[in-house]
Every structure is written in C-alpha cells, then in structure tokens.
C-alpha cells in the first residue's frame, strides 16, 4: 500500500469524512479560544465549563432543544454558583470552581444515566467522533462558524481584556460583558467538541494548542496562528492513528497534542528545557576551550633567550 493510499482509504468511508471535518473544525475552534483562555488565566475555569454543560446538553436532548442552548445556560450557571460560593465564604476561588463543576458534571451523569433514550448518551460523556451523523455536523460547522466570527471581530476587546482589564475599563470598554462574551463562547465551544472528544477531554482541546503556541511565540498574533495549525494537523495525524489501529478517536488526538506539547517543552527553538541547556553549554564551552589552549600554549613557550632543538 502506498502512501497515498493511506491517506484516501480511510476517506472511502462517509463516516469518515464527515469524522475528519468534524474535528477540523472542533480543534482550529477549540484552539483559538484556548489563545485567550491561557493568557487570562481560565485553564481551569474552561475545565469547569465544559464539564458543567453536560446536565444543560442532557435536559436539551430530554425536551428537544439545541445543545447550544441548554449549554450556554448551565455554562452561565455554572459560572454564577462558582462566584457565589466564592464571595459568601471563606473557600477560595479554585476550591469553588472544583466543587461547582463536580457537582454538575455528577449531575449530568445521573441524568445520563436515568434518561430513557434511543441513542447512547454516554458518547457525550467520552465522545463519538465515527458516529457523527449529517445533523450533527451541520451543527458542530454552525456553532464553529459562530464562535470563530465573533473572537475575530471581537479579538482586540479580548485581548485587551486579557492582557490589562483596568486599561480596558479606561478607555469605554466593560471588562464584565467581555469577561461574560468569552464565557458564553467558551460554552458554545464546549459543544462544538463534545462530537469530537466528549466532555472528559474538552478541556484538552481548550487548553493544550494555546498553552503550546505560548511556548513558541511572544506575539499573540502568531499564536492566533501557530495554536490552530498544531490543533488541526494534531487532529488529522490522530483520526488516522486511531483509524489504522483500531483505537478510539478521542483519546487518541487529545494523545497527538499531549506529545507535540511535550516534545516544544523539551525541545522548543526557545524555551524548550533540553534546547537551552544545551545553548548554555555552547556558551561556556568556548571560553573554556580558550582557557585550555591558552594554558597549553604558556606551558609549551620557551623560556626567553632559549631555543628549540
């Protein structure tokens, strides 16, 4: 089998298809969101999101609502409960987001579990990337188109606000309705990805690509760049893996992005931990091969008025 016949086989298939577009659009949204979310600080706090959707999706199935829907509500839920819990007692900030989003994301299993249905609902819960039907995919390209139009016509207001909120507030912008605009995103997105991953690995697609381009880059344009290319070829190298070795999708992609951000820490032209002490090493290297040659050449010159035989 040629090469090229291990890239169009698996594209024989509608399934297959209609799984690698999917993801393509959950990992290039996924990681541009994740840009901000690892420069304002809300890797947990997209933990939490994605997590506490998952009642919202449930009961949107029960009574024949979008997913969207019943996530944003549970996404703002969510986020009301953690600063109540917050403000009205002595427990700190990530202690709340921890209980919060347990609590909804047990919630959501329990209604998973008593929800008489004719699909399996556990593929919110881990993801059904191959079972994505034409519906679902029309939804997940909506969604995505929605979410991506606004972080880009939005990106300066967000990246102001994540980089300094007082400044915002100076000069006329609403450091709470941006604040609340990427939450709102942030469960739009959630649902985007629940066809790819499930909700489990959600936060891996939110988190990783962003977290990765920050290593590479100072300019956030570039990571604005970098984070989707990584996520969508991450996504692609992953389906076929898991294709070609009968493993499961999700797991499998969220896989491919674990190595690529281990090997830019490692490694990375920049920061990567192996990169610089070896870069160190090159530094000081030099100098003490001058000392050296410079101590031999004192202890090999003749005294003055000597000669060599």
Known sequence: MTALDLLTQPLTYDFMVRALVTVLVASVVCAVLSCWLVLVGWSLMGDAVSHSVLPGVVLAYVVGAPFAAGAVVFGVVAV????????????????AIGIVFTS???????????????????????????GVSRADLVQVAALGAVVLTLLLLKRCD????????????????????????????????AVVALQAVGVVLVVALLVIPGATAYLLTDRFARMLVIAPVMAAACGVVGLYASYYADTASGPTIVLAQGVVFALVHLFGPRRGVVTTRVLRRRATHPLRGQGAVTRNAVATTPPSGSSIP
């Open 80 to 95: 009301v409960l953690i600063g109540f819990v917050r403000d009205t007692s002595r427990v700190k900030e990530d202690a």
């Open 158 to 189: 967000l990246t102001l606000y994540a980089f300094d909120p007082t400044h915002a507030h100076a000069i006329g912008l609403h450091p709470r309705r941006t604040g609340a605009l990427l939450l709102g995103l942030l469960a739009l997105t």
């Open 104 to 130: 909804l994301f047990a919630l959501g299993l329990v209604l998973v579990s008593v929800t008489p249905s004719q699909t399996d609902l556990n593929h919110i819960v881990f993801g059904n990337l191959l």
